[in-house]
């Protein structure tokens, strides 16, 4: 599982430092840092608008990490915490549905808007829905979370009146409160298959669209996936590293070159800090290619690439940035 390397490559990648009593020097060692962290479990969730509610990400970020820091690094984050700020929350409204006619099949798509709380958010993300996509997120969660989804009440299919509109605006509610009571438990809205719900079957299509050549259809569904994966993976944005390549993959074939080069230098930190080796050489290869084309400066790109090839001669993907998307979903 893609989320299990990012753990894997944190606890490998990172670097504990502890204070020594009585000195207060500061020694280097290994620590693993909680951002990819999936398996940790609450039995109750987290009501919002609560102390822990408002503290509890930033605490989990922070208590790891503030030992190791430099003087103004300090300096840095207890300016931040005394400004208030605090780790972003989402709303999931359902402000509209319709209903889908087909030969064979008749059923209600539900839109869901995934919202920023607690300040404007320009970038109101959307998808849409089936009962059936509810209902085996739903599955796929209780087999590992059943003691959390106790409490959690699942809307039921009726025996008839399924399209009525009283009832698909009952059932309309219904589902913004079930996706806000899952998301009040850390563990399950760190969980793959409550991501996957949000963002797989777009990636799917998306991937699709690239196989068979049709750029500029790809890159508009990958850049909405974008802005979904920004909010829901905060807790470990090495997730969004596939997507990103993706997106840069369609805008150098689309010769929109400078803003590829952009979102490759976007990627490539998450690359290095998450140890997402197989990304590293095509996507580093990528970025000189296009930063020779658009006149940016590739010298320490170039040099990278070299020290990587060098480093893991024979153990170095053959293929290209396009070729490892690709692979994604085929």
């Keep these: 599982m893609l989320l ?19 000195v207060g020097s500061t ?30 990400d930033s605490l989990e970020q922070s208590s790891g990490s503030s030992s190791c820091m430099t003087t103004r690094e ?16 989402l709303l999931f409204e359902i402000p509209s549905t319709r209903t889908v006619e087909q030969a064979l099949s008749k059923y209600v798509l539900y839109e869901i808007v995934v919202i920023k709380s607690g300040s404007y958010d320009s970038k109101q993300a959307s998808i849409e829905r089936r009962y059936s996509d509810f209902e085996r997120l739903h599955h796929e969660l209780l087999q590992e979370f059943s003691e959390e989804l106790e409490e959690v009440t699942f809307p039921r299919k009726r025996l008839m009146g399924n399209f009525a509109e009283e009832n698909i605006a009952e059932r309309r509610i219904a589902f913004k409160d079930y996706l806000a009571q899952l ?13 996957d719900f949000f963002t797989k079957p777009e990636l799917r299509t998306a991937h699709g669209c690239l196989r068979g050549g049709q750029y500029s ?10 802005e979904l994966q920004e909010k829901l993976t905060q807790h470990c944005p090495g997730l969004m590293v596939p997507t990103l390549c993706a997106v840069m993959v369609c805008q150098r074939d689309l ?3 400078a803003e590829a080069f952009a979102i490759g230098q976007r990627a490539l930190p998450l690359v290095r800090r998450y140890g997402l080796h197989k990304y590293r050489c095509p996507l580093l290869a990528m970025l ?27 153990l170095v993907s053959q293929l290209s940035l396009k070729e490892l998307v690709v692979q994604e979903f085929t």
């Design 183 to 195: 998301y009040a438990f850390r563990c399950i809205r760190r969980a793959p298959p409550f991501l």
């Design 4 to 22: 299990k390397q990012f753990e894997m490559a944190e606890n490998v990648a990172s670097v504990e430092c502890h204070v020594q009593e009585g």
């Design 74 to 89: 300090l300096q840095q984050y207890w300016k931040e915490v005394k400004s208030g700020r605090k780790p972003v929350k």
């Design 255 to 257: 010769d929109e070159l």
């Design 27 to 56: 020694v280097l060692g290994q620590r693993s840092q909680p951002h990819c962290d999936t398996t940790v479990r609450k039995p109750m969730p987290e009501p919002f608008g609560s102390p822990r509610q408002g503290q509890g």
């Design 288 to 314: 000189v290619d296009v930063g020779y084309q658009v006149d940016q400066p590739i010298a320490q790109l170039q040099e990278e690439l070299t020290k990587v090839k060098d480093a893991q001669r024979g």
């Design 217 to 226: 259809r790809a890159l508009e569904i990958l850049q909405r996936v974008l």
